[in-house]
């Protein structure tokens, strides 16, 4: 599409002639979504685009919409999505979000949306599981919508816009769509698009946004753009103002039009504004692009957004942790002079203290990653601290609490809690491996020798290959552990070397004390 007059970007079709310098395949695919191009060169650090609040899809949007008193104290995320199916309605239709609503994918590239052959290549994967969560969580919630609001309020939400697989549509549309630093903290990145701080405060739940125009940015692990928002007056100059408008269905984004959403009801007191970020200038028709998820892996990016960087993969599989609240099997105790038998106490509560003191809370996740030499140091505390009991069960009295994570679990406790940790884990790293459809060279081979790969497969057999890879270094680190127990220093052994009774080489001076009869 030619560049309107003064634009620093233009929207690049499926149809034509493209490059992102991320996915080399997007110019033999039909089925791409567009996305942002340079229309002439721009220098580090000019702004491409910039947007004011006035045409971003977010809650004073839905509030000046037809739908803002009844979809008041519904989540924002999910207020954003019936805006966008009433937009795009024929009811809707003079809503000044229908050109872009209408505009959007009727099919994402989120697995969310992908048919049964595509999701078996994920069969296994954190992804996959997680989509059909996704749809049975989409399902419960329309259904919900429907008792409560939907079918009270039929004028608003007409059955055939408002149906269950449009809901789904809508739902997955906007996570896809929201990145920091206005995706109300959902993308875990923070900050902006590059990695770097947002120069405005930390977003919180309620402030979710849209920024149509900006959504068509493509992902990169090493974007040449960042995404920043700012009060208005601190995007900049530049004509990337002036370059939305034309292919966003006349939204009325202009250079000098600060609040012309055609009332999109906001006051427009915010800019965002996409900004060059590269070490080099951007030539003309270079695709724009911004990091997704900064500190997410490859499967959480595209489980959100469709979207994988082959140039860069970020492996690596997210482990949640729990506090053990029921107890495990039975155990011998001597009770009375009797021996009886009796499931082990979990000691949940104090556990949770301990946990909550360190900044977490009953569940922990931490991310496995296949580039790292060990686990993170504070999931082994976390584990050290859920598989705390027996004769340790000592460190969780109230005259120890205090030191327990700052100090005890940071090192190995004992050696039954060290080798529970270590089997727990080797196990369960084991189990989700054998879960992974597909094996390790078969996929590497396919993604090296097959270019007729749909850009879902291959991104399907990254995820695989990711996932595995930080399964199979984890179990190979707790095995390796295991069998190190021996040459480990416990507790108690620190605990006699602070009072001076081990030497350095680990051997009791106190039973030389003895010994040598000076007692």
């Not at 048919?115 to 329309?142: C, I, M, N, P």
Request: negative net charge; contains cysteine.
């Amino acid at each position: 599409m030619p560049a309107p007059e003064n634009a620093s970007v233009v929207l690049v079709t499926a149809n034509e002639d493209r490059d992102d310098g991320t996915d080399r395949q997007r110019k033999t695919s039909s089925s791409l979504p567009p996305l942002l191009a340079t229309s002439r060169k721009l220098p580090r650090g000019s702004p491409a685009l910039s947007v004011p609040e006035a045409a971003w899809i977010d809650a004073a949007a839905v509030d000046a919409s037809p739908l803002g008193e009844a979809t008041r104290g519904l989540e924002p995320w999910l207020r954003l999505a019936l805006l966008l199916l009433y937009a795009r309605s024929p009811e809707g239709v003079s809503s000044p979000f229908s050109p872009y609503a209408s505009a959007l994918p009727a099919e994402p590239d989120a697995p969310v949306f992908w048919s049964d052959a595509e999701l078996k290549l994920l069969a296994g994967t954190q992804v996959g599981d997680a989509v059909a969560g996704y749809r049975a969580f989409f399902a419960a919630r329309y259904s919900q919508l429907e008792a409560s609001l939907f079918s009270k309020n039929r004028e608003l939400f007409p059955e055939a816009s408002f149906s269950a697989p449009a809901f789904a549509w809508a739902a997955a549309t906007v996570r896809a769509r929201l990145f920091a630093p206005l995706d109300g903290g959902a993308s875990g990145g923070g900050g902006n698009g590059s990695g770097e701080a947002s120069t405005s405060s930390s977003p919180s739940e309620e402030d979710v946004a849209i920024i149509p125009g900006i959504d068509l940015v493509s992902h990169s692990r090493s974007p040449n753009a960042s995404l920043r928002v700012s009060k208005r007056g601190g995007g900049g100059p530049g004509g990337g103002v002036g370059g939305v408008g034309g292919f966003l269905g006349g939204l009325g984004i202009g250079n000098n039009n600060e609040n012309s959403a055609n009332g999109g009801g906001n006051t427009g007191d915010r800019i965002a504004t996409l900004e060059v970020t590269s070490d080099r200038d951007l030539g003309q028709g270079e695709a724009l692009t911004i990091d997704f998820g900064p500190g997410r892996t490859d499967s959480q990016v595209l489980l959100d957004h469709g979207a994988v960087d082959p140039a860069a993969p970020r492996p690596g599989f997210v482990l949640t942790l729990a506090l053990p609240r029921e107890p495990g099997e039975e155990e011998e105790v001597q009770e009375g002079g009797e021996s009886k038998k009796r499931p082990p106490p979990t000691f949940f509560e104090d556990k949770l203290d301990i946990a909550e003191s360190a900044g977490y809370g009953p569940s922990a996740t931490f991310v496995l990653d296949p580039r790292a030499r060990a686990p993170p140091q504070e999931m082994l505390c976390y584990l050290r601290l859920m598989n705390l009991g027996g004769a340790d069960a000592f460190l969780l009295e109230p005259v120890f609490r205090g030191e327990v994570w700052s100090r005890h679990v940071q090192e190995p406790i004992s050696r039954e809690n060290e080798r529970a940790v270590c089997a727990s884990m080797a196990g369960g790293c084991a189990a989700a491996l054998a879960r992974i459809e597909g094996d390790a060279a078969g996929d590497e081979r396919e993604l090296a020798g097959n270019s007729s790969l749909s850009r879902r497969a291959a991104a399907a057999l990254r995820v695989r290959c990711g996932e595995r890879a930080a399964l199979a270094s984890a179990a190979r680190w707790f095995a390796g552990r295991e069998a190190s127990l021996d040459s480990l220093e416990y507790y108690q052994e620190r605990r006699l070397r602070g009072l001076g009774l081990l030497d350095e080489e680990g051997r009791s001076t106190y039973d030389d004390f003895f010994k040598d009869g000076i007692a």
